[in-house]
């Protein structure tokens, strides 16, 4: 495995799994930023982030964040909204409060952690359905040997028949899972 040092942010923060901290509120599924800023800074303990002036639309407004890590700046903006993803009109304090950590888990995501939770939002079909490449499959597969992992079970989680089904969104996901797998060290048995 590469050393830290080597490896782009993006490709070590997508590799972490994020799927037993995704919480519910409404229809949107999210991290908390508690939880994103903590996995951040367990691998880029420099890392920086900083908000912009609330933008006002009449009775809306808009809130965004800088994320700094290592070399790499990300920006985002995110609506001050309710749960529905409707805009707040007149929002309070703690509306922008809320909507500013919802902003930084955004723009976490844009260095790869939790970037998942976003594929829905803005994508096109076809992007949602496209499936891996040969190449991937090869990756998968020989991955899925080097853990030891059981295949049937495997393509039971992801509801296929085979890993070349597997959609292409999902590969962030199943390499993270995997690669975490292969250098967990595994617990002694007596």
């Known amino acids: 495995m590469k050393d830290i040092n080597q490896r782009s942010t ?18 949107l599924s999210y991290i908390s930023w508690a939880y994103a800023w ?7 303990p420099d890392s920086s982030y900083w908000f ?7 009775e809306t407004a808009e809130v965004t964040v800088t994320v700094k890590v290592k070399e790499n700046q ?3 903006w995110l609506p001050v909204m309710d749960n529905r993803n409707n805009s707040i009109k007149n929002p309070t304090s ?27 939002e803005d994508i096109n079909p076809a992007v949602a359905n496209a499936v891996i490449t040969h190449e991937q499959e090869k990756e998968i597969n020989d991955l899925l040997i080097k853990t030891n992992s059981d ?7 992801f509801k296929i028949s085979n890993v070349g089904e597997l959609k292409a969104t999902q590969y962030g996901k199943v390499m993270g ?3 975490y797998k292969l250098h967990t ?4 048995t007596k």
């Open 94 to 120: 703690r509306d922008i409060s809320d909507s500013k950590m919802r902003c930084l888990v955004k723009a976490i995501a844009m260095h790869g952690l939790g970037h998942h939770l976003y594929m829905g």
């Open 177 to 179: 899972m995997l690669n």
């Open 10 to 27: 993006w490709s070590i923060l997508s590799e972490i799994d994020v799927s037993d901290y995704i919480e519910k509120k409404g229809n």
């Open 151 to 157: 295949v049937s079970i495997f393509l039971d989680t």
């Open 74 to 76: 990300h920006t985002m």
């Open 38 to 44: 903590s996995k951040l800074m367990e691998k880029f």
């Open 185 to 188: 060290p595994k617990p002694k």
């Open 52 to 58: 912009g002036s609330v933008t006002s639309y009449g």
